[in-house]
């Protein structure tokens, strides 16, 4: 997963898939920012949707636009380091395992 177009009160992401497995995942996500060397989860509100989207085998980019400002206590991020994870889950493994990719920014 990568992340562009970074904004206080959004962003795009991008998974791109290089494996031969096929990958779900939900429209909901985390978000943190470091303060005195931890992560504190920023409670964006409620954001989860029941909808699912699928990540096809070998090289597949898929882009999503988040938009987290109507969800913030303030306006909008404060300036900081933050960590945006989502949860991908493979159903055509022989157990069906999930895993959480994560990727850091910065809002000036």
Known sequence: M????????????FFSNQTDMEFIYGSD?????REDDMWRFVNPGSFFTSE???ILPLSQTVPMTVNFSW??????LAPGEYKFTKTIFSPTQMEPGEQTVE?????G
């Open 2 to 13: 990568h992340v562009t177009d970074v904004t206080s009160t959004g962003l795009t992401f």
């Open 29 to 33: 996500y985390r978000l943190y920012i």
């Open 71 to 76: 969800a913030l206590e303030e306006d909008e």
């Open 52 to 54: 699912g989207y699928t």
């Open 103 to 107: 990727q850091r920014f910065i809002i």
